[in-house]
């Protein structure tokens, strides 16, 4: 499948590029990305030219889609559906440079590929799933206003190379009215 671009009425979501190396390292330099993301700790350059070739070479295949997220020619970070099983099921994934948290770009982000992964012109999918580690609050209240379900917590369920920790996870399928929902973990 050839890269898809989103547009919202801020936002451009498209495949990463060969000048986005810099922005996407630069990034990847914040703590919590590497804490909280499947992201090589340390991150170098040169990961950062591996997933951009990793982005092109995932297009082709069918397990996974990614996207840079832009506001005009600013780099505000990734998001993504992942382990995309062919029966209608597909994790989300995403993360955000720590100069462009806020003003809710990642919301609409999300809302536009959320959209395009449950219509059939998109991935057709039925279900979106989303795990974090457990902790990553700024993650999952992104999930929680965008309608996703807490579902309970997974012990010691996600594993990247240096930890393996327990996680939360929540789900959304194509059928839920996308209103925020009470999460018990989450407070005020």
């Keep these: 499948m050839e890269p898809v671009t989103l547009r919202t009425a801020r936002l451009e979501l498209s495949a990463p590029r060969v000048d986005d190396v810099d922005a996407i390292y630069a990034a990847c330099q914040d703590p919590d990305i590497q804490r909280y993301t499947r992201v090589p700790s340390p991150y170098a350059r040169e990961d950062a030219e591996k997933f951009i070739d ?20 600013t780099l505000v970070g990734t998001i993504g559906f992942y382990r995309l099983d062919g029966q209608g099921n597909g994790e989300i994934g995403y993360w955000i440079a720590p100069d462009q948290r806020g ?14 992964a449950f219509s059939s012109d998109g991935a057709g999918l039925t279900r979106i799933e989303w795990r974090a580690v457990v902790g ?19 012990r010691q369920a996600l594993v990247s190379a240096k930890h393996r920790d327990d996680g939360w996870i929540a789900g959304l399928l194509k059928t839920d009215e996308r209103m925020p929902q009470p999460w018990p973990v989450l407070h005020a």
């Design 103 to 116: 003003g809710g770009r990642l919301r609409e982000a999300a809302n536009a590929v959320i959209d395009w």
């Design 54 to 73: 990793a982005v092109a070479e995932q297009w082709a295949g069918e397990l996974h889609r990614t996207w840079v997220i832009r506001d005009g020619a």
């Design 136 to 154: 990553n609050e700024p993650s999952a209240r992104v999930a929680r206003a965008l309608g996703f379900r807490f579902e309970g917590t997974l």
